[in-house]
C-alpha cells in the first residue's frame, strides 16, 4: 500500500492569516476616517450673521460688545482641522503596521513558522519512527493469538489485514532507510525527500493500526475472565515446554560445544524470566478480577500475555535451533566435497582462487574430527569462502548456504523481538534487507546481513545494559518490550496499536 502523505495546511499558514486580517483592518480604519470628514462637517456649527438691515430701522449706537466678536477669516475653524487630523491619523497607522511588518522580518525576532529540521534532527526523528513502527507491528502480532483463541476468523480479519498493511509500509520504510545508509541518494535534497518519505510511511503504518485498536479493544475487553483463562492455559502448556527447553539445552552443549550451549542456555534463562513476570501478572490479574476491579485486571493481563509472547519466541527457538543444527550436521560432509569440487573446477579452468579457501576447508575437516563442534558455524565458513566462485551457489553448496541464511535471520529476528526494549534502528534495518535478500534468493549475503543484525543488536543490548534477575521479572520484561516504563512498577503493557495508543493500558 502506497502511504498517503498529510498535504494539509502548513503550521505557518496561521500566521498568513494573521497578516490579512491586519490588512483588512488597517484599510477598514483608513477608509473609515475619510468617510467620517464629510459627516463630521455637516455637524459643525454655522457662524452666527448680522441680521438684514430694513429701511425704517433707527441707526445702531456704537456700544461695547456684549459678546465675542465673530472670527476672522484668516482664523482656521473645527472643518479646517478634520481633514489634517485624519490624514496624520491614518498615516500613523500605516507606519505602525509597516514598523511590525519590519519587525517579523527582522533577525532578531522569531518567526512563527517553524524552522526546518537539520539533516541530524531528520536522521533522528526517522531513526525514532523506524522503532517505534517496528515495535507497534511485533506487539499487535503477538497480541492477535489470544484474541483468536476467544473468535472466529472471520470476525479477526479486519485486524490482520492492518497488520499486513503496516508491515507492507514498515517494510518499504526499512528499505528506503537501508538505501539512505549505503549513501543513495547523494543529491542533499534526495536525501531529505528520503528521510520525510521513511518518517511518512512509519506514520501511516502507525495510523491503520492506531485505527483498529479500540475495535480490538471492545471485542477482547468486554469482560477479562475469558481472556484470562486463555492466558493462564496457554502459560501453563509454556511452563512444560520450557522444562524440556532446559535438558534440550544441556543435551545440545554436549553434542556440538559449549559455544551453541551457552546460546541455547541463554535462550532458556530468558523464557523461565519472561514466565516468572507471566506468573506475577497473572496472580495479580486474577485477584483484580475477583475484586470486579476489570480495568487494573486487564493491564496486568495485558502484561501477562506480552510475557508469554516472548516465553513462546525463546522456547521455540531453542526447538527450531536443536533442529537446524541437525541438518547443518548431515550436511556438512557433503558440503565439504561439493566445495572441493568447485575449487577443482575453478582451477582447471583458471578461475582465481581466494587464497584462503584451501585452508578454510582443513579447518573444518580438523574439526569434524577434534570433537563437539558447531556444524552451522562450519557451514557458514565453507559457503562464505567460495561465494564468488562459479558453482558455489548450485547442488549442496547452496542447500548449506540457504541452511545457515535461515538459521541466521531465525536467531537475528528472535533476538529483536524478545530486546525491542533496547534495540535501536540499524539492527532492525539490517534485518529487513536480510529477510527480503533471502527471499531473492542470495543466500550467502542474506546470512552475512542477518549476522550483522545480530551483532548491532547485541551491541545495543550491551550499550543499554542487561538487567540483574529481579524476583518479579520486571527488568526483563522492560529490556524485551513488554511494559513502556515511566513508571514504578515498569509502565504501561504494550497492545494492539500504532503510536497513538501504545500507552492507552497506563498502571494504577
Known sequence: MTSSLVRGRPRHATAHIRVRVAHALVGAVAGAGWLAIPVLAAQEPATASPPPRTAHAAPSVPSAPSTPSAPRDDEPSAVDLILPVAVLGTAGLLAAYSYVRRARRSPGVVSPAPAAPTPAESDRQARAALVQADDSVRASEEELPFAAALTDERTLAPFRRAIQTARAELSAAFALWHRYEEGEPQDPGDRRQALAGIIGRCAEAGRVLDARAGELDRLRWAEAGPALGVAEGTFRRLAARAAGARATASLLRERYGPSVGARVAGRVEEAMDR???????????????????????????????????????????????????????????????????????????????????????????????????????????????????????????????????????????????????AVGADARSLLAAAVRTLGAPHAVEAAVLARRALESAERDVRAHGVPETDAEGVAGAVLGGVLLTGEPDGGPPVAFGGPGTRRRFRTD
Not at 557451514?379 to 541452511?403: F, I, N
Open 275 to 421: 514466565l516468572v513476570f507471566a506468573t506475577s501478572r497473572l496472580n495479580e490479574a486474577r485477584r483484580a478480577a475477583d475484586l470486579g476491579e476489570d480495568g487494573r485486571a486487564v493491564r496486568r493481563l495485558r502484561a501477562a500475555e506480552g510475557a508469554i509472547a516472548q516465553a513462546g519466541i525463546l522456547v521455540a527457538g531453542v526447538d527450531d535451533m536443536a533442529r537446524r543444527l541437525r541438518e547443518a550436521a548431515a550436511l556438512v560432509p557433503a558440503a565439504l566435497t561439493g566445495a572441493e569440487a568447485v575449487l577443482a573446477a575453478a582451477r582447471d579452468a583458471g578461475t582465481p582462487v581466494p587464497s584462503a579457501a584451501d585452508d578454510t576447508l582443513a579447518a573444518v575437516r580438523e574439526e569434524l574430527t577434534a570433537g563437539p563442534y558447531d556444524p552451522l558455524a562450519a557451514l557458514r565458513r565453507v559457503t562464505r569462502a567460495l561465494a564468488r566462485l562459479p558453482g558455489a551457489r548450485t547442488g549442496v553448496l547452496d542447500t548449506a548456504a540457504g541452511l545457515v541464511a535461515r538459521a541466521e535471520a531465525g536467531e537475528a529476528e528472535d533476538f529483536v523481538a524478545v530486546h525491542r526494549g
